[in-house]
């Protein structure tokens, strides 16, 4: 007897498992938007990011930063370094300076000069052969042009936005400051030294040779007391000891990387290197010297920016015509603003992609501003929403762009790195 009512149970439980199924399937055909619910969630669930396999550092605080360079300021906010360069927080040679965006044309041997109220270019004027970049001097007093193969220097009174008598300097393709302000770095990419000279006068004080090639962009370590420099034609990242202004380091990116742009991270743990042919951004322990991990970003990643509230990295995704924008707190890309397709002067590629390249960001932080390296344009992008504000026509082979006046107390150069 006990035998047979177990069979009856056993019998009752598969029906009403059979039932419960039919009932399922009748829902889901009578309410189709369950069924679509559920895959639409397992479909999220499949493409939503996965963090990156990398080694992160021990040290997930923020110290105060120790054994500084003697003579920089020091940093009162150990996990922003960049907490001077807020909206609006203008030191005051920088306030007395006429807004503007200065843009060198580099195949156009010219620099044009952008009213950022009215988008119109308000003044050209001749430069030297192939002019790269427009750097803030350290005390933000002056603006330099660096004309790489015209081998010199024009600087710019940021007062009144006029230019001066060049200066001569071998090979300046880029130039950058020492966080003490005692010497200007001129990068000669060309010559593959990094050229240490007083950064008033431009006397040469020191030539370090360098054991790369194509050596053009870098960044400094918080306290510091080293840089990190990139060079684009060997694939390589170089350690400088700023102190002594030797090399006490070099690291392989890997065969075909074609480093660019650096920045250092508002907590001064990871630079972040752009690498044009690996299309995103290698994240590198400066103390350690290594790689942490890699980000795709977008065909030809190359500039670098923060954002005005230190939370976000901007890229200039060349190739791509796209700016990826990196959040710092979690390593990891949280958006990608397209631009819309060129239609004017294309120099040597297929037109209908936007070429964003280098800038920098307005002091309200409310606009990124990046020239279009192919497209004989200037960009001006809302940093809110991603979309293009404006689009200046310039000279040909717009480069180094530098956005002025900018917040933060002093400047370590290119197109404008301030702390």
Known sequence: MATLIRRWIAVLIGVVVIAGLVVLLIISVVDPTTAA??????????????????????????????????????????????????PGDLSPAAQAARPLIYVPNGLSDTVDEIDPATYQVVREFGV??????IVPSWDMKTLWVTNDQGNSLTPIDPVTG????????????NMYFTPDGHYAIVVAEALQRLDFRDPHTMALVHSLR?????????????????????????????????ASQSVVGTLALGTGAVPQDVKLSPDGKVFYVADLTADGVWEVDGDSFRVLGF???????????????????????????TISVISFATRQVIATWVLPPESGAHLGRESGIASPDMGGVSADGKVLWLSGRYDADVYAIDTTTGKEIARIPVGYGPHGVCVWPQPGRYSLGHTGILR
């Open 210 to 242: 360098v054991p790369c090639r194509g050596v053009d962009h870098m960044d400094f370590s918080a306290n510091g007391t080293y840089l990190i420099a990139s060079c684009e034609f060997s694939g390589q990242l170089l350690k400088v000891d700023v």
């Open 37 to 86: 619910k559920t895959a639409t969630s397992r479909s999220h669930r499949l493409v939503r990011p996965r963090p990156l396999p990398r080694q992160d550092p021990q040290d997930a605080t923020c110290p105060p930063v120790t054994n500084a360079l003697p003579g920089m300021p020091a940093v009162s906010d150990p996990c922003n370094i960049y907490s001077a360069d807020g």
């Open 295 to 321: 980000l795709p970003t977008g065909k030809g990643a190359h500039g670098l920016y923060v954002s005005r509230d230190s939370l976000d990295l901007y890229v200039s995704n060349r190739d791509a015509g």
């Open 162 to 173: 006029a230019p001066g008598t060049p200066v001569h300097v071998e090979d300046p393709y």
């Open 128 to 133: 030297g052969a192939l002019p790269q970049h």
